[in-house]
């Protein structure tokens, strides 16, 4: 039993000493639940804690504690997951030992702990087989259903960059479910009883059918962070405290949100980063890598405006303004009047002011540019914002 917080510290370094040990990228416990028809096939994790990229000490006896109950562990391997039981619960909390009173009366401190002390609870009423520890290694493509969602809890709670992490293969990772709740229900399992079901009228009220689950039903947001339709967030979205996600035509895909406070009424698409004081009108859409930027991220610029209907193909710079009902597309041809090109330079030195029409991607993340149909000559237009867009700070 390691009794001084001293003696933890020697045992973590004696640990991280092993041959070939190798610091955990990502590491969390997780509940997950199992297939109806293929009850060993996980189908959902749940995870109230991630770490990702910090606690190396806990995830150095976590290890320790698995290699020690027979459970091999790759340290070569990008992810391993392993089924808890309470002789490794206990032995990482003896592990644990010189923190347990101060976890103990303040549950709000040491949280690796308080997983563990629940978990030792649940154990002690009965021998699950539905806790399951999660550790990456590295930032591969997941290969498991845990794996998968340990990344997307990562993205939406802030602790991995937007785009900043390897998803590649996860749609193919994760099955197709009916959602009920947070219940996530197998088709087939729906198939195969659906009589039976029907019948005694025990067939699911079914929310929706998807591969992810919503936002909501994992993630607490930020106090001052709206949400006012639980279907317009995807589980794996990133928002920033103080966004407000209307309801309507607005929608935030996986991997895709918010860095501060931002009017959301239109969709911001898987890939595509929103920065703060920039409002996203409604019906507006910001295309994502998959729906026409030529694998190119968008991201919205500060203080920027995207009118009702609009649709942003660029990255734009701060303080812009696409007009409502009008496409700003890569290869949108763009006319800027000389003394338009002059101003714009102003606030963009980079900026090459020698031509009269540009395309669209010629123009991306430039500051301050007001896109605009004119319709007397019937051209696309840009010239130098004379307005600064700014939310009303009482909606957030």
């Keep these: 039993m390691i009794k001084t917080k001293e003696e933890f510290k020697e045992l973590v370094a004696s640990i991280e000493d092993f041959e070939g040990y190798k610091k955990p990228l990502a590491f969390g416990v997780a509940r997950v639940d199992f297939g109806q028809i293929n009850t060993d096939k996980v189908i959902q994790a749940v995870y109230p804690l991630v770490n990702w990229n910090e606690n190396f000490g806990s995830g150095a006896v976590i290890i320790k504690a698995l290699i020690e109950n027979g459970i091999a562990v790759d340290f070569n391997a990008s992810e391993i997951t392993a089924t808890l039981n309470a002789d490794i619960v206990n032995d990482v909390l003896e592990m644990f030992n010189p923190f347990l009173e101060e976890a103990k009366a303040d549950k709000k401190t040491h949280k690796n ?46 602790k991995a960059k937007l785009r900043g992490i390897n998803l590649n293969g996860a749609f193919g990772v994760l099955p197709n479910l009916a959602w009920t709740g947070n219940i996530p229900i197998e088709l087939d399992y729906l198939r195969e ?10 067939y699911p009220e079914i929310d929706f059918v998807d591969k992810f689950p919503r936002f909501l039903q994992h993630i607490i947001p930020a106090d001052n962070t709206r949400i006012l339709d639980t279907s317009k967030v995807r589980f794996g979205a990133q928002l920033a405290a103080g966004t407000t996600v209307m309801p309507g035509a607005s929608y935030i895909n996986f991997n895709a949100g918010t860095e501060g406070a931002v009017m959301v009424e239109g969709r911001i698409s ?20 998959l729906s026409g930027t030529n694998g190119n991220p968008v991201t919205i610029g500060e203080n920027t405006l995207l009118g009702a209907n609009s649709v942003t193909g660029i990255p734009l710079g701060d303080g812009c303004i696409v007009d409502a009902g009008i496409a700003v597309l890569e290869g949108t041809k763009i006319t800027i009047s000389e003394k338009e090109r002059a101003k714009i330079k102003e606030v963009n030195p980079e900026f090459d002011d020698r ?42």
């Design 355 to 396: 031509k009269e029409v540009y395309k669209g991607l010629e123009l991306a993340g430039l500051n301050g540019i007001h896109y605009r149909f004119n319709t007397t000559t019937g051209k696309m237009v840009a010239f130098r914002s004379v307005r600064e867009v700014k939310l009303n700070e009482e909606l957030h």
């Design 113 to 158: 702990i308080q997983v563990f002390l629940t978990l030792q609870e649940l154990f002690e009423e009965h021998e699950y087989n539905n806790y399951k520890v999660t550790i990456l290694f590295s930032d591969d493509a997941p290969k498991s259903v845990e794996s998968v969602y340990l990344k997307l809890y990562a993205l939406s709670l802030g």
């Design 270 to 289: 898987s890939s595509a980063v929103v920065k703060k004081g920039a409002d996203v009108g409604g019906g507006a859409s910001i295309l994502g890598v």
């Design 193 to 202: 009883n659906e009589i039976e079901l029907k019948l005694r009228d025990e």
